[in-house]
């Protein structure tokens, strides 16, 4: 997971609170996403930003935030936690890994460590 | 809604029997990846496969990507021990990326 660092890896929040995680890359990549993992359910997209000062919905984004104000930094904000909001965080950067693959359209990512968040 | 099926969801054999997970779609991807993911860890990538039929190899593992580019094949030939972790597949098309639900294989020495 070099180049892509996640805090906090870990947090219990109380239902109603917020909190913030926090992505950083040191690879100066434009795309940069926010994922959930749940049991069974694989990853799904929370938000993305395709540049700094950009950010899109993903396929579940309710009930977060997200902001892109450093291309380094990709910020996930939960701003009154939930129950359902308890998952496995994981922030990936978009990583073309050789020259065909930039003309291939495939999307590489590669993955922070993970944050796990438990809201009780 | 596109989906990827993998099957199967839970794999536990004994070390150095060979297996096979599959991942499926109706919809036809423009590239397929495959993850392996360990605990406490973010998936990290195996191969990226784009052309139909196309077959590579990573030492003990097969990967194929199927010919009507919907489907992928990820063999492992004589499990070890450390193989053991989930394995997801992602898949791409117009640019959307979809990730399979994972399979959790476990191998027992």
């Known amino acids: 997971n070099a180049g892509v660092t996640q805090t906090p890896k870990f947090r219990v929040l109380k239902t109603g609170q917020s909190m913030t995680l926090l992505c950083a890359q040191d690879?100066?990549?434009?795309?940069m996403y926010w994922y959930r993992q749940d049991p069974g359910m694989g990853l799904r997209l929370i938000h993305y930003?395709?540049?700094?000062?950009?950010?899109a919905k993903g396929e579940v984004p309710d009930g977060y935030n997200v902001s892109r104000l450093k291309k380094q930094n990709f910020l996930l904000g939960l701003e009154s936690a939930a129950p359902s909001q308890t998952s496995v965080y994981f922030c990936?950067?978009?990583?073309?890994?050789?020259?065909?693959?930039?003309?291939?359209?495939?999307?590489?990512?590669?993955f922070g460590a993970g944050s796990r968040l438990t809201v009780l | 809604t596109q989906l990827l099926e993998q099957s199967p969801q839970f794999l536990s054999i004994q070390e150095g029997e060979n297996l096979t997970v599959y991942c499926n779609s109706s919809?036809?991807?423009?590239?397929l990846q495959w993850y392996r993911q360990e605990p406490g860890e973010g998936p990290v990538l195996l191969v990226t496969?784009?052309?139909?039929?196309e077959v590579k190899k990573l030492k003990r593992l097969t990967f194929q990507f199927g010919d009507a580019r919907k489907d992928s094949s990820l063999h492992i030939t004589a499990a070890q021990p450390g193989d053991t972790g989930l394995y997801l597949c992602?898949?791409?098309?117009?640019?959307?990326?979809?990730f399979g639900q994972g399979t959790i294989l476990t191998v027992h020495p």
């Open positions: 690879m100066n990549h434009e795309y």
């Open positions: 919809s036809v991807f423009s590239s």
């Open positions: 992602a898949a791409t098309s117009y640019g959307k990326l979809t």
């Open positions: 930003s395709v540049g700094e000062g950009t950010t």
């Open positions: 990936a950067v978009k990583t073309p890994r050789d020259r065909g693959l930039l003309f291939s359209g495939a999307n590489v990512l590669t």
């Open positions: 496969v784009v052309t139909g039929g």
